[in-house]
C-alpha cells in the first residue's frame, strides 16, 4: 500500500505541537520536512534546530528534503537532528555516488530528488544504492503550486527502470498533490505522496489524509 507523507512547510507554525498531533493520530506514515538554504531554491525554510524539536514531536519518520547546495556538510547534523531517510537533488550533487554512501554511513535512508527539467535515466548508474527516488512534481522552493503533469510519464519511466533491474527504492511524488490526481499519480507507480497544502489547508486535515491513503483500496462491492 501506498504511503502519505503530509509537508509540514504547510503546517501552522504558530502552533506546530497541534498539527504533529494531528499527523501522529492520522493514517499518515511519515512527516515530510522541506529544508530551503535560499540558494538551491529560491526561498529558506528552517534548519537544524526546527528538525530536532519535530523530531522530537514526531511519533513517525522524518522524511527530510534537503533542498540545499552541497549537501554533504550538513547530512551527519541532520541525521543527528532525528532524519531517518535524508535527501538531496541530483542539481547539487557533483559526486552523487558519493553522497549516497555518506548518507548511508550515517544510518539514514538514502533518497535522492530530480526537479522538473532532470531526465530520470540519469540515474540509471545509482539506482540499486536508493532507498527513496522523490520525483519533483513543481519547482521546488514553495508550497501550493499546481502539478507539472509532464511529471507522470517520469514515474511511469522510473517504475520501469526499477522493475527491470529489480531495484527497491520508492518512487515519491512532491507538489501539487491532492485528492483530485492521487490516483492517477499511483497509476503511474508513485509509492509515497507527499502533499502539503491539500492536506493542511482542507478543512479536515485528517479526514483527507484518511482519503489520500484509502485511494485504490475500495472494494469492488
Ligand atoms: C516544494 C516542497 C514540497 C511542498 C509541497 O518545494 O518540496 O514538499 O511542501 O507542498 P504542496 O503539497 O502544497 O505543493
Ligand atoms: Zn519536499
Redesign the pocket.
Known sequence: MHLIAP?V??ADFTCLQKDFDMVNRSMADWF?V?VMDGRF?PNISFGMPVVAAMKRMAEKPLDV?L?IEEPDRYLEAFRKAGADVLTVHYEACPHLHRTIAHIKETGAKAGVSLNPHTHVSLLEDVLEDLDLILV?S?N??????KFIYQTLPKIRKLKQMLQERNAHALIEV????GLQNAEKILQAGADVL?????IFKSDDPEETIRRMKEIGTAKMV
Open positions: 509537508s512547510l504547510a515530510h522541506d531554491v528534503h533542498m519533483m513543481v521546488p522552493g514553495f508550497g501550493g503550486q512532491d507538489g501539487g498533490v507527499v502533499a502539503g497544502s491539500a
